[in-house]
């Protein structure tokens, strides 16, 4: 009876509903993952005295006058290990490296000399470091395999200072010092030509990154690259027919709430933002959001750094609005991350295990009422819920309801729309509880609950 009087809310309060689109294997995969670390470093980070750290990005926020000159990349103490023991200290699954960043400056050996008859040096196999024989791509991906960590490539597509490029374009403007000049049919074979090398290289990625998108006519070939040479990475950016994910719309690292899994998608890319629950897609959010203040990606001696508490705000606010958090983790010009930094991220990894390791109670099924009975009365502050994603993402609207020591009454202590991946119920203040009952009011279809737990956080 419960079945049919949510089905009727359904068709009554939203129509009937349409069976919403299922993600490939890859994309759900993803969304498992949750949390991941963004790791910001390239010729910016040598400039130290540079306080713009968009100082190389054509038309967004760029100032430069000059290429700095590639000898001034020279890390000394550079260690991949370091950063990615301090992702792993916060919880991250996988981590996207700024293979290219605005600059152009490559952190690997690049040689497309052959490939399009372009001399390119600008990168790591010019530089200072270790004189030259130093692949920061190479020893990223063995540290996340070492780490057990998915590992990523961010490449700018649409921004390369050293070939004079904004928006996927060469700009028609005069050269500054250390600028090459190209045509646009000669950038755009470097750019497949350098994705091939990171793409074919390195083995196996997990998460394609494309600041700003795709560049316009060239999505057919990047797309078809990506499923000769990666056909099980998803793509931030749209470059791809399949395997899409999408910008939330905001870098502050807390995004409104609800966030679909769905969206509406054109061509090749699916609208950023929070999503819709009609969607045509189901291309699920990542937010990207910086540890120092000021949306600093890029480390600033002069930039303090959140708290820790800003750091619970924000994960509740993305992977527990059904979103994966990609946190930034910026290195010094040494190439380190700086000590004050790992403990922050430290202390906010050792919340997320204290919080949700070991639940009070769990449970799991399908339908639309699930109650979940605690061993004794606890005071918790955490109800976390989750859906099994495999046919779509289903619940519309649901209410939570607990039964407190007032036998007469089970108060909603939360409600929504989107559950997707998770859902994480803020309980403020704590309540004491014996049970808790999940009541999906309106869904495409019968959801599965993957996990429907409560937890007692002590901070």
Known sequence: MLRFQCLVVALLSC????????????????????????????????????SNTQSFCIHVGGDAKVLPPVNDFNPSLIDLDNWLDVAVSYGAKYAVLTAQHCSGFSMWPTNIQQATGFDYQYSVK???????????????????KKHNVAPGIYYSLNQNFYLNVAGGKVMNTTLYPGQQNVTQDLYNKIALAQMRELWSNYGELSELWFDGGCIPGLED????LA????????YFGGCSKTNNLRWVGTESGEPNYPIWSTAMASGQACHYGTGNSSGN?????ETDTTLQLFDKWFYRRDYGYRNVSDLKTIYLKSVGQNTNLLLNTAANSSGLIPETAQNIYKQFGDWIRSCFGSPVAKTSGSGYNLTLNLPKPTMITKVSVGEDQTDGEM?????????????GKQPVVSDGQSIGNKFIADIQPPMMVSSVT??????HDTP?????????CKN
């Open 395 to 407: 619940v519309t609207k649901f209410a939570i309801t607990a039964q407190t020591s007032d036998k």
């Open 126 to 144: 010019h530089s200072s470091l270790k004189l030259g024989s130093f692949d920061v791509v190479k020893k990223f991906i063995e540290s996340c």
């Open 221 to 224: 070939a990047i797309g078809a």
């Open 281 to 285: 897609t189901f291309c699920p959010a």
């Open 15 to 50: 129509g009937v509903l349409s069976a919403p689109p299922k993600p490939t294997p890859d994309v759900l995969a993803w969304t498992k993952r949750e949390v991941g670390a963004f790791f910001s470093f390239n010729m910016i980070s040598e400039e130290v005295n540079t």
């Open 448 to 456: 599965v609950i993957s996990d429907f737990s409560v937890h007692e």
């Open 227 to 234: 499923s000769e040479l990666q056909p099980h990475a998803v």
């Open 438 to 443: 999940l009541t999906i009011l309106s869904a």
